[in-house]
């Protein structure tokens, strides 16, 4: 079973528009992270935030937010406002225990901003 | 500048014919990660190691092999018996933590083309 389940293939907003990626995760573990990563078309991922399983606050970085919602084992994210500049493929993944180091990724969601 | 090298960027392999990917990294991290990434497939991970002369299988390790001879360097070469070797190629590292919480970095990537 995906351990990381991103249902959004690919999203196409017009700039200025508000977006939100959805990211579902499953683990048994009490502690465990969860990260968000851009890849913009040059390849490399970028990191973008992190989270551990006992904050539960919602995170805010400019026109970036995340909500994070253990109830529901969902991380999603939403850029407010998109931008051209937005356009990547945008990962989340988990780490959990007792390996911290090896790292779950969902499959992407690809988003196109139309200027 | 530190961070995690890649070569070549683009390389090219008739069928049948071994190939070594470069990774390199001077940020002194002690995990590295090898993972491929076919379209709309996300990342999934070859092999990763903790420490020098240390590796562990991931997910999709058959028709790969590494060596850790080195902290800095993690080369991965794909060998005939993968069947479809054609990919984009990211290599990661991170700093190793018990505790967890680490982002992976990673490198620009190698694009693999069996011809």
């Known amino acids: 079973a995906q351990k990381v389940t991103q249902a959004q293939t690919e999203i196409s907003v017009v700039e200025k528009e508000d977006v939100t990626l959805d990211c579902v995760y499953e683990t048994r573990d009490t502690t465990y992270y969860l990260f968000w990563y851009k890849q913009p078309p040059s390849g490399e991922l970028v990191f973008l935030i992190r989270?551990?399983?006992?904050?539960?606050q919602n995170e805010i970085s400019g026109r970036y937010s995340w909500n994070f919602q253990k109830s529901t084992s969902s991380f999603n994210f939403t850029i407010t406002a998109s931008q051209v500049v937005d356009s990547a493929v945008y990962f989340c993944?988990?780490?959990?225990?007792?390996?911290?180091?090896?790292?779950?990724f969902g499959s992407g969601t690809k988003l196109n901003v139309k200027p | 500048d530190g961070g995690i090298t890649q070569s070549p960027k683009y390389l090219f392999r008739k069928e049948g014919q071994n190939v070594t990917l470069s990774c390199e990294q001077n940020?002194?991290?002690?995990?590295m990660y090898w993972y491929r990434q076919d379209p709309g497939q996300g990342l999934r991970l070859i092999y990763y190691?903790?420490?020098?002369?240390?590796?562990q299988k991931g997910d999709i390790a058959e028709g790969y092999s590494v060596s850790r001879e080195k902290k800095e360097s993690f080369p991965l070469t794909v060998t005939s018996a993968q069947k479809n070797p054609t990919a984009f190629y990211l290599c990661a590292s991170m700093i190793m933590g018990l505790a967890g919480g680490n982002e992976q970095f990673f490198g620009p990537g190698t694009r693999l083309t069996v011809l």
């Open positions: 940020l002194n991290h002690d995990a």
């Open positions: 989270r551990n399983s006992f904050d539960e």
């Open positions: 993944a988990l780490s959990e225990a007792p390996d911290f180091n090896k790292f779950y």
């Open positions: 190691s903790q420490i020098v002369n240390d590796f």
